[in-house]
């Protein structure tokens, strides 16, 4: 059982910065799919990056491209999110998942383990 705990929110003012992180646990599988979701009040959780710990191919979400940088050394290292430029609109609860296998994309659906969250608040 994959566990992930997720860390470094907090609040900021646009054009600010912040990183966060996510240590997990329990991995069994050879290679998954490591991603950020987010979920601000009232909308659906969102995919912002993603990356595959069997290649390192990364994906984003066209809002926050060329701003945020999703990144992991292995299937057992802690996954981080850059998050540099950040808007009123990146505001909301970040969650660290895990997709055990070979596929990695944005889509929830495919995602099998998330961690708590950790509060992004980004003011204008």
């Known amino acids: 059982q994959v566990q992930l705990v997720e860390s470094g929110g907090g609040s900021v003012q646009a054009g600010g910065s912040l990183r966060l992180s996510c240590a997990g646990s329990?991995?069994?599988?050879?290679?998954?799919?490591m991603g950020w979701f987010r979920q601000a009040p009232g909308k659906e959780r969102e995919g912002v990056a993603a990356?595959?710990?069997?290649?390192?191919?990364?994906y984003y979400a066209d809002s926050v491209k060329g701003r945020f940088t999703i990144s992991k050394d292995n299937t057992k290292s802690p996954l981080y999110l850059q998050m540099n430029s950040l808007k009123p609109e990146d505001t909301g609860m970040y969650y660290c998942?895990?997709?055990?296998?070979?596929?990695?994309?944005?889509?929830?659906?495919?995602?099998?383990?998330w961690g708590q969250g950790t509060q992004v608040t980004v003011s204008s």
């Open positions: 329990g991995y069994s599988y050879n290679n998954y799919c």
């Open positions: 998942e895990a997709a055990p296998g070979t596929w990695c994309g944005l889509t929830l659906v495919y995602y099998n383990y």
């Open positions: 990356i595959s710990t069997l290649g390192g191919k990364t």
